[in-house]
C-alpha cells in the first residue's frame, strides 16, 4: 500500500497530524501554519491519494497504526514525534499511542474517542456502517457527501464562509467509494474494538479537546480524563465537532500552551 504524505515546514518532522473520516491531509495545513512546527500530513488509509485496496481487512486500525509508526521511525532521527488526530484520526492517533507508545511523545485528541464500550453498541454500530458503506458504493461518492455534509453533527459548519465550505466539499469529493466504504468497514467505529479500559496505559501528556456544542464529545472528552494519568482537557467556545475549521485559531493556541 502506498501513502500520499504531505510533509510541512523544511525542519525533521515533529507532529504527525491525522484527519477525519472523508477528508485527507491537505485539511491540517491551515492549523500546520499556526504551529511552529514541521509536520507529517498522510492521507489515510482509502482516502485522498492513498491506496484505496478492495480488501476490507488492510483497514484495520491496529494495522494502520503499525504503518504509522513505521512512517514515523523512518522520518525522524530519535523515532519519536508528538501526534494530533481529528475524529477518526483521533481514535486512530489513540490506537498508536496505546500500541506503539515509544514513537509517541504526546498525544492531541480533537473529538477523538476510544470507541464503543459494550458489545452490543458496536455491533449495532458495525451493522450501521455496513449500511453506509453499501449506500457508498451504491450511490456513489457525490450523493453520500451531500447527505454526510446534511449531518447534525456537522451542522456548526454552516457559521463557516461559503468559499471554505465549497471548498471542503470539493476535497470530499475526491475521495473514492471503494477506499470510504472499506475504511467504514474496516475502520469504523463499529470495527474497533474499545480501548477504555486501556486508557490508563497511556503514560504520555494528552490533551483532550472537545467543542462546547458538541455535547456528545465533551461528555466523551470528559470521561476520558477522568482515566488517563496525564490528561488535560480543553472545551472550546463556538465551536461543533471540528474545532480545527470552525475555531482553527483558538485550537492553535491550546496546543501551543499543551506544548509549553
Not at 30 to 51: F, I, V
Not at 119 to 137: G, Q
Request: proline fraction near 5%.
Amino acid at each position: 500500500m502506498t501513502y500520499h504524505v504531505i510533509r510541512f515546514g523544511a525542519a525533521e518532522p515533529s507532529l504527525l497530524m491525522l484527519h477525519g473520516f472523508t477528508g485527507c491531509g491537505g485539511n491540517n495545513l491551515p492549523l500546520a501554519r499556526q504551529l511552529p512546527r514541521s509536520a507529517l500530513m498522510p492521507d489515510l488509509l482509502g482516502h485522498g491519494e492513498t491506496s484505496a485496496p478492495a480488501d476490507t481487512r488492510c483497514y484495520a486500525i491496529d494495522l494502520a497504526a503499525q504503518e504509522l509508526a513505521g512512517l514515523i521511525r523512518t522520518s525522524t532521527s530519535d523515532a519519536c514525534i508528538d501526534v494530533y488526530g481529528y475524529s477518526m484520526g483521533g481514535r486512530l492517533a489513540l490506537q498508536l499511542a496505546l500500541d506503539h507508545s515509544t514513537v509517541v511523545r504526546s498525544l492531541i485528541l480533537e473529538s477523538g474517542s476510544p470507541g464503543l464500550a459494550t458489545h452490543v453498541e458496536r455491533e449495532a454500530r458495525r451493522t450501521a456502517d455496513e449500511a453506509l458503506a453499501a449506500r457508498i458504493e451504491r450511490d456513489g461518492i457525490p450523493a453520500f457527501v451531500g447527505y454526510w455534509e446534511s449531518l447534525p453533527l456537522f451542522a456548526s459548519q454552516a457559521r463557516l464562509p461559503a468559499e471554505r465550505r465549497a471548498g471542503l466539499h470539493q476535497q470530499r469529493l475526491n475521495n473514492s467509494a471503494t477506499g470510504l466504504a472499506n475504511s467504514l468497514r474496516g475502520m469504523g467505529t463499529g470495527a474497533q474494538a474499545s480501548n477504555w479500559d486501556r486508557l490508563t496505559e497511556l503514560s504520555m501528556p494528552v490533551l483532550l479537546c472537545a467543542g462546547a456544542d458538541d455535547a456528545k464529545f465533551v461528555d466523551v472528552a470528559t470521561r476520558m480524563a477522568e482515566n488517563i494519568p496525564l490528561a488535560a482537557l480543553r472545551v472550546v467556545a463556538n465551536a461543533g465537532h471540528a474545532i480545527h475549521l470552525e475555531q482553527p485559531g483558538a485550537l492553535a493556541r491550546i496546543i501551543l500552551e499543551f506544548f509549553g
